[in-house]
């Protein structure tokens, strides 16, 4: 992590995305300012067939802002991170596309967020990911272990983003890809708007 001094207290903002994230992954029909589910997956341009063999209940938690497979599926074999996995959906797949000689880690902070992603690996039988507790900010994974990151709708919620992004260079292989998906604006934020937290969050 940088010493970089943020605007709003990094730990406070971290336990309001957990308490946000939670209550998406416990309760993915209620109220949000994004869709959900396959239909949000479907409105950001994810092809359906990557959805095949999936039940509207086991991915009715995706909350993904962009598809970051719009540059391909990972290829067969390779290592991959999911930063910010939430519910599982992209890493699962993930896991499909790079088959049994492949493997993924999903990386997420919150916890029914990780339930839920385990679930559902488990109730496909895939034992080519696994999903561990962590930050963007301080990666699970050792030096240079991934040929590919991908990421949805994280790196907005993160303050440290050049600390995050030198987690990214770090994690990965000389010669290794991102695919992030995410939602960036092209003028500068004002300091007041930095400062809310429900702005973060919200
Ligand atoms: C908008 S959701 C996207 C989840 C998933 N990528 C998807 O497309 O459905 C954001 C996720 O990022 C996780 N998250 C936010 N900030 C994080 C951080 N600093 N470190 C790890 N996970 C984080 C949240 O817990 C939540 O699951």
Known sequence: MTDQAFLVDVDVLRT???????EVAETPDGEFHFHTGRRAAEQVGYDPALFEGLA???VEAFAGVANPFAWGVPRAGERV??????????????????????SVVGVDMTAPMLERARNLAASLGLDNVEFREGLAE??????????LVISNGVLNLVPDKVGAYREVFRVLRPGGRIQ????CVDRDVPESAKRDIDLWTG
Do not use: M, N, T
């Open 138 to 147: 301080k990666l699970p994974v050792p030096d240079g272990w991934a040929d």
């Open 81 to 102: 991170v999911d930063i910010g996995s939430g519910s599982g959906v992209d890493s699962v797949i993930a896991a499909r596309a790079v088959g049994s000689a492949g």
């Open 180 to 183: 992030i998906a995410d939602v």
């Open 16 to 22: 309001e995305v957990q308490k946000h994230y939670a």
């Open 56 to 58: 509207d209940a086991a």
